[in-house]
């Protein structure tokens, strides 16, 4: 089945999910579907009349065709986001979960995958995303050394550098990959991320 419905979910905030989220909206012109409890005006300018969803955090996703393009941009814990989260989760394809290296993101994500495994009506494959590494090697490292006991071996971790190239994702209405085309000051700024991007990218095609 191609991969058509992509969540980008992570109970824990500030681990860059809105930004992978918009990334691969913007390469793979899919429409974008969020639960955020606050409205994303901003968001709904970049993407094209007709492909932007906002529902609550009580509320829940439509079921969608199976060939409906769409990324899912999910905030909130289970308990209290539990209605619009799973019913994104119960017909997602592939799961993206960016994590940090805090301590506090650590501990969340490992609870967060295991509680999202243990639901049944969850088919999805999962991807780790490390994101916003700033020592790229040591925080790799860690990330790794503390969730591959829970994940196993059959979840990748791809690693996402800390970049500046996810501020320019609004005001350019323009994902990284396109920036760096752009050449410039933007392809050597940002070619690194670009091509973990990339990365990320070949688990979802």
């Known amino acids: ?3 058509t419905k992509i969540a980008v979910y992570n109970e824990k905030g500030r681990v860059g999910k809105t930004p992978l989220a918009l990334e691969i909206v ?3 012109g899919y429409n974008y579907a969020t639960n955020q409890n606050r409205p994303r005006t901003d968001i ?3 993407i094209p009349e007709g492909e932007f969803l906002q529902v609550g955090p009580q509320d829940r996703f439509p079921q969608l065709d199976d060939d409906f393009p769409v990324v899912f941009d999910l905030a909130g814990e289970l308990v209290g986001y539990e209605a619009s989260i799973a019913s994104a989760l119960d017909q997602t394809h592939k799961i993206v979960v960016p994590v940090v290296n805090e301590p506090d993101a650590l501990v969340g994500t490992a609870y967060a995958i ?3 495994k243990s639901r049944k009506s969850i088919t999805a494959d999962f991807i780790v ?3 916003m590494l700033r020592d790229h090697k040591r925080d790799l490292a860690e ?3 503390a969730l591959r006991p829970q994940l196993g071996t059959q979840i990748p971790i791809v690693p996402v550098r800390y970049s500046k190239a996810f501020e320019y994702q609004l005001p350019e209405k323009s994902s990284v990959a396109k920036l ?3 050449g410039g ?3 050597w700024n940002f070619r690194n991320v670009c091509n973990e991007l990339d990365h990320l990218m070949t688990f979802l095609d």
């Open 180 to 182: 760096v085309k752009r």
């Open 129 to 131: 995303v490390a994101n």
């Open 185 to 187: 000051l933007y392809r």
């Open 26 to 28: 913007l390469r793979l």
């Open 114 to 116: 295991a509680e999202l």
């Open 44 to 46: 709904q300018t970049v």
């Open 1 to 3: 089945m191609p991969v």
């Open 143 to 145: 990330i790794t050394a």
